[in-house]
């Protein structure tokens, strides 16, 4: 069994409609054995997107999952520079609709204190937070949170629930940062399948803090599999990264939506 903590809709993605373009996302994954797939922000991604783009976004993945609820699983697409729109949404796709987690991109550092209501209420649905974090060696964009500042909102929150995605890009150094931060996870999708990453991240996190996405289409379903089917760790911690850490994440929100696991 395999659950995929990353993926998007694209206009690359073959079919005329929504539904049509996440049953090809769906079709290519379940051929290496991906069973259900967390999937957020629309066919038009933006970097620092309005109220009126998020809920736009919002939508295109409420109707994808709507269409196969069976294989995917919702996160709400907010933007911190817009509280009070963020909270609506939260509320709108988790607390009243059938999303299961929060993402959030570049448009915003997650250090700053805009984000402390969203965590807040986050916290309190059981949703987790799925943070994109880089290291970037020419410079973040002005908005892009590192895994200090993941760190940052993990000190203020130390009950959330947040995954700092791409491990930051540069893993050697984002696995120390987040290391005393308990609440945090590390997403092991999106950058380049070089070995060695998951062997560190179960040395020095423990297996139980990692979790396997692809970041398809932008990323190969099985390039992103290589780095933990190649690692040399035990079956049971592959098959922890590969779906029960990520079960057991979703599992309070499965739970109290009344969806399966």
Not at 62 to 81: I, R
Request: charged letters at 20%; proline letters at 7%.
């Amino acid at each position: 069994m395999i659950w995929d903590l990353h993926t998007h809709l694209t206009t690359a993605l073959r079919g005329e409609t929504i539904p049509q373009k996440a049953a090809h996302l769906i079709e290519v994954g379940s051929q290496l054995g991906i069973e259900r797939f967390c999937i957020f922000m629309g066919l038009n991604w933006e970097r620092d997107p309005s109220p009126e783009s998020l809920r736009k976004q919002n939508d295109d993945i409420l109707e994808a999952v709507s269409a196969h609820p069976d294989s995917l699983t919702g996160f709400v697409y907010l933007n911190p520079k817009h509280v009070a729109a963020s909270l609506d949404e939260l509320k709108r796709c988790v607390r009243d609709g059938p999303m299961c987690g929060v993402k959030l991109w570049v448009a915003h550092r997650c250090s700053e204190p805009e984000l402390d209501p969203i965590a807040e209420m986050a916290t309190e649905l059981k949703a987790p937070i799925f943070q994109h974090t880089w290291l970037k060696t020419n410079g973040n964009y002005p908005g892009e949170s590192t895994p200090e500042d993941v760190a940052i909102l993990a000190n203020r929150h130390p009950e959330a629930t947040i995954v700092c995605g791409h491990t930051g890009g540069n893993w050697e150094q984002a696995i120390p940062v987040v290391r005393p931060h308990r609440n945090v996870s590390i997403g092991l999708a999106g950058f380049d399948p070089t070995a060695g990453v998951v062997e560190m991240g179960v040395r020095e996190l423990g297996a139980e803090r990692l979790l396997w996405g692809s970041d398809a289409p932008g990323r190969s379903f099985a390039s992103q599999l290589g780095k933990v089917k190649g690692a040399d760790i035990t079956e049971p911690e592959r098959e922890m990264i590969l779906s029960g850490n990520l079960q057991g994440i979703l599992g309070p929100i499965f739970r109290q939506k009344g969806f399966p696991i």
